[in-house]
């Protein structure tokens, strides 16, 4: 899929601020450990909270490993957003020495 960032790539455009950041994950999930200023929709609710996604920014979706945030990205490509997915998730985000939140925070069992 051409609509995808790398972790490295995710971490400059959150620093410039060009991206909204949305968390597709479980709640357990992003309670466990998760990328500093995002948004968390878990997918289940991902449709009915659509049209509080700013369609005038991109929107990155991640989630554990990149495949829940693939579908998330392809359907709101679909519905004319500018989306795309953070490669490899926050598994690869993590493996990049990237920061979560909190702390001591961690990539939870899915």
Known sequence: MAFEYTAQQLAELLERGTVQL???RTPVEHEAGRIGGDR???LA???SEAQ???RARPVVFYCRSGSRSAMATEAFRSAGFDAYNLTGGLL???AAGLPLEPADGYVADS
């Open 45 to 47: 609710a991902l449709a």
């Open 40 to 42: 968390h929709v878990p």
């Open 92 to 94: 690869d985000w993590q």
């Open 52 to 54: 509080t996604i700013d």
């Open 22 to 24: 949305v968390d597709v």
